[in-house]
């Protein structure tokens, strides 16, 4: 008897289960394919990105942030974009993008731990429906039934909770294996996007102490006018 022998032999809510084990191998292999493109160093990206802009070069950390093709990447990018702008505004940015990254890392986990509960529940309703079917052969013959009958419709009604574990147990391992993923990726964009910051913050301290404030020479050789002498508004007298 082959694997189509028994899926057959199970009833109608094998094809529950069949669906569940379809929409479980579907978002295994997407949240493996999103996961593995955002497995990055982010250290290495930072070490670029701090380079860069310690020649003042915008362009050159947005490129770095573009090769990448990460979240953390995506997430530097914008607040790189508002450099000029403040600490403020590159946070502000920072955290808006952060949210839409953690979004998608996030998205159809759900699905995942749906199917983890879904397809073992559905299992057991065909065991149930299945041990009603044999015990209705059972009264309907008069009791009169070999043993081996009565076994074979036991068997087949446990057929379905097999699928169901088999299914459930999988999408379960795969759910608690991406969540482990997204939460060790969301704090490594919540450590990179506070090492930006402080970078812009120091940057900013910088360009404050080099040049905002005029020496005291500059101040002897341009002195500040305090009121407006007569002529500026008076014509000389003719003696």
Not at 174 to 198: G, Q, T
């Amino acid at each position: 008897m082959n694997l189509l022998d028994l899926f057959l032999k199970g009833g109608m809510v094998m094809w529950p289960i069949l669906l569940c084990s379809l929409i479980t191998v579907a978002v295994i292999v997407e949240k493996y394919i999103v996961l593995k493109q955002a497995n990055v160093n982010p250290k290495q990206l930072m070490s670029k990105i701090r380079t860069a802009l310690s020649r003042n070069d915008v362009m050159s950390a947005v490129d770095a942030c573009n090769n990448v093709k990460a979240p953390v990447g995506n997430i530097l990018k914008h607040g790189i974009l508002n450099y000029k702008n403040g600490p403020q505004a590159v946070k502000e940015a920072i955290e808006l993008a952060g949210k839409e990254e953690i979004f998608h890392l996030e998205k159809r986990l759900s699905v995942l731990a749906n199917m983890a509960g879904v397809a073992p529940m559905l299992g057991f309703l065909g065991t149930v429906t299945g041990m009603i079917s044999a015990f209705q052969t059972i009264e309907r013959l008069g009791g009169n039934v070999n043993p081996s009958v009565l076994a074979g419709g036991i068997w087949e009604a446990m057929l379905t909770t097999a699928f169901g574990l088999v299914v459930g147990i999988p999408a379960l391992y795969f759910y608690n294996f991406f969540v482990a993923k997204v939460n060790r990726f969301v704090f490594e964009i919540e450590n990179s996007a506070e090492e930006f910051l402080s970078l812009v913050k120091s940057g900013q301290n910088e360009e404050e102490k080099a040049g905002v404030t005029p020496s005291v020479s500059e101040k002897k050789k341009n002195p500040t006018r305090t009121v407006f002498a007569d002529d500026d508004f008076f014509e000389p007298k003719d003696e």
